[in-house]
């Protein structure tokens, strides 16, 4: 009896191939599963992380607004007018540009003269005597002035805003103490014939001022701050 050969049916492909055929359906689940199983953890892990950052913030609100308050309740306490701390303090700071803002020995003196007539200040004030006396000065005989501060190439310009805190009340009167930083360029010396050398030193002064109820200055007085003034070329 002849024995006839011919192309395997695919029943018999199926049952020669099948234990491969699990094992890769089998891998392919697993790896279906995996990929799943790992998006839904960085998903969870995401949510779960900005849960984190809103509960932080929530609370870092509540801290802030906690403190605000505990800070209105000791200044009003102390009969601290939040209103006339933001007015005097405006003040102070339009005081202390004016102060610290020249770029001549005439804009200097015209500093000197706004703080007479725009906040009250005297000859004998203090702050106007030592802290910021007049300008050394040379006149010829037409009347020319000639300021030291022009020979040095002196500039000021006041810095990043003051801190200014109260630190006495007493029956609407106000006494401030004030940080400022003060930049103060000197131009004048030469680096060469061809330019000229810009050396700015960086100070802080501390200033103490009173302020009335009708928003007049008296008792302004500074001295230099601790630490070293720093230089920049």
């Not at 689940?29 to 913030?57: F, K, P, R």
């Amino acid at each position: 009896m002849t024995e006839q050969t011919g192309p395997p049916t695919r029943r018999g492909f199926f049952r020669r191939n099948l234990s491969v055929l699990v094992t890769a359906a089998v891998l392919t689940v697993v790896a279906t599963v995996a990929g799943v199983t790992w998006s839904s953890q960085h998903a969870a892990l995401a949510e779960q992380e900005a849960q984190i950052n809103d509960v932080e913030g929530h609370l870092a609100g509540i801290q802030k607004k906690n403190a605000e308050q505990v800070n209105a309740d000791v200044m009003a306490a102390l009969g601290v007018s939040q209103k006339r701390l933001s007015t005097d303090g405006e003040r102070i700071k339009s005081l202390l540009s004016v102060a610290f803002t020249w770029d001549s020995g005439q804009s200097y003196e015209t500093a000197r003269a706004s703080l007479k007539s725009r906040f009250g200040l005297t000859e004998n004030e203090t702050f106007l005597k030592s802290f910021m006396p007049p300008s050394r000065l040379n006149e010829d005989s037409q009347g020319r002035r000639y300021y030291y501060i022009d020979t040095v190439g002196l500039n000021s310009a006041l810095g990043a805003d003051p801190d200014i805190e109260v630190v006495d009340v007493k029956a609407g009167v106000y006494t401030y103490a004030a940080v400022a930083d003060v930049e103060v360029t000197s131009d004048a010396v030469s680096q060469n014939k061809a330019s000229k050398a810009s050396v700015t030193a960086h100070r802080r002064a501390l200033l103490f001022v009173t302020v009335d109820a009708q928003g007049k200055v008296s008792n302004l007085f500074g001295v230099p701050a601790s630490g070293e003034t720093r230089y920049s070329g």
